[in-house]
């Protein structure tokens, strides 16, 4: 898991598995264009809403979005990160106080 001071605070945002690694979407980012042609309109809101898809192995350089193409890969990613931030909140301890 990856987390960054550009996100909301205990927020993670990318998380690699094997080959693949995935970023939830993120408005505040700027997109990388894809390596051959910029992605206009429907195409490019529905790459805001599943987030970036890579497949390292083949594109270590991260410059092909694979999330539209992989919907089931994205889906396990997204609830894997979902599932560690909801462990991280539950084990927390409250803020304390220095008197």
Not at 13 to 40: H, I
Not at 49 to 58: F, I
Not at 75 to 94: H, T, V, W
């Amino acid at each position: 898991m990856h987390s960054s001071a550009n996100t909301l605070p205990e927020t993670q945002y990318a998380v690699r598995c094997g080959k693949w690694k995935y970023r939830l979407p993120d408005g505040r980012r700027k997109k990388k264009k894809p390596a051959e042609t910029e992605k206009k309109g429907a195409e490019e809101e529905q790459d805001k809403t599943l987030g970036e898809l890579y497949d390292l192995a083949a594109d270590i350089g991260e410059k092909n979005n694979l999330a539209a193409q992989n919907p089931d890969i994205v889906k396990r990613l997204k609830e894997r990160i979902e599932n560690f931030d909801r462990e991280l909140k539950a084990g927390a301890r409250p803020i304390g106080k220095i008197s």
